[in-house]
C-alpha cells in the first residue's frame, strides 16, 4: 500500500488559496498508474489528482444533466457509451 499526501483548495476558490492537505492510501498498482500519468503527462502528482477531479466533477454535471458520456471512434465507425454509477 502506497501513501500519497495531496492538498486540495476549498470551495471555489483559487488553487493557490487556502489549500486543505489530505492522505490518500494508494494500492501500489494504483501508484503506478499515477507516477506514469504524472511522468507521461509532465505533471506532478497532485495536478494529475486535481484534473481527474476536475474531470469527475464535469462528467458527473453533465450526466445529471442528461448528457450521455460517449466514446467514438470515427475510423472504425464505433460509439460506446460509457456507464457511470
Do not use: C, H, W
Not at 481527474?52 to 466533477?57: E, G, H, S, T, W
Amino acid at each position: 500500500m502506497a501513501i500519497f499526501s495531496v492538498s486540495f483548495s476549498s470551495g471555489g476558490e483559487q488553487m493557490s488559496d487556502m489549500k486543505k492537505t489530505m492522505t490518500l492510501n494508494l494500492t501500489d498498482a494504483e501508484m503506478r498508474v499515477l507516477e506514469e500519468l504524472a511522468k507521461k503527462k509532465d505533471l506532478t502528482k497532485t495536478a494529475v489528482i486535481r484534473q481527474a477531479l476536475r474531470l469527475y466533477q464535469m462528467v458527473d454535471a453533465r450526466l445529471a444533466a442528461g448528457d450521455k458520456l460517449v466514446f467514438e471512434d470515427e475510423k472504425a465507425q464505433k460509439k460506446a457509451e460509457l456507464l457511470v454509477l
